[in-house]
């Protein structure tokens, strides 16, 4: 049962830490990677793909340190190895249609899902996006409003830099 427990927190918790690598390392000193996601892709892989890359290592170096270690590490590496799972199904699925998996959702929690990272990319470039998150979304109508107000932000800050301020 503790096992079934910690696969399931860490689950939740990788929503946290999808979220934070997502908003403060991809739109921040890691776009470089990221950015070809925000772009048309050309190809099966884009640079962004480097990111799973990189989970998948850290998921194996738990398994490793489970068997090796600590057993508890190979329930943790279960839940992010679980939230890759519901990463590829719900984003690269759902939302980009990275492989045959064209259902558009029209209504309830898959429809907000797909909605919010539709208004992920509707900003072009790293700054002044919403919805970091990939398994979890605000209502689609709150962050129109973070959209908006983001938007408002960047006009102003343009306005200032054209007056001289």
Known sequence: MIAVL???????F???????????IMHG????????????????????DLYAVVFAVIAIGMFAAGEWWWRPAT???IGV????????????????????FTYIPRKGYA??????????HAV?????CVSFGFIYAKPV???????????????????EVQDGR
Do not use: C
């Open 111 to 120: 429809k907000r899902l797909y909605q919010a990272h539709r208004l992920h």
């Open 14 to 24: 990788m929503e946290w830490v999808a979220w934070a690598a997502h908003k403060y």
């Open 141 to 159: 109508k709150d962050l129109v409003k973070e959209l908006d107000h983001n938007r408002k932000i960047d006009r102003a800050a343009l306005d």
């Open 81 to 100: 190895t679980l939230y890759g799972v519901l990463y590829f199904v719900a984003h690269d699925g759902l939302v980009h249609k990275r492989w045959p």
């Open 29 to 48: 000193w890691g776009w470089g990677w990221h950015k070809s996601h925000h772009e048309e892709r050309h190809g099966a892989f884009e640079m962004n």
């Open 124 to 128: 072009e470039g790293k700054e002044g």
């Open 75 to 77: 329930w943790v590496a």
């Open 6 to 12: 910690v696969v399931i927190a860490t689950v939740a």
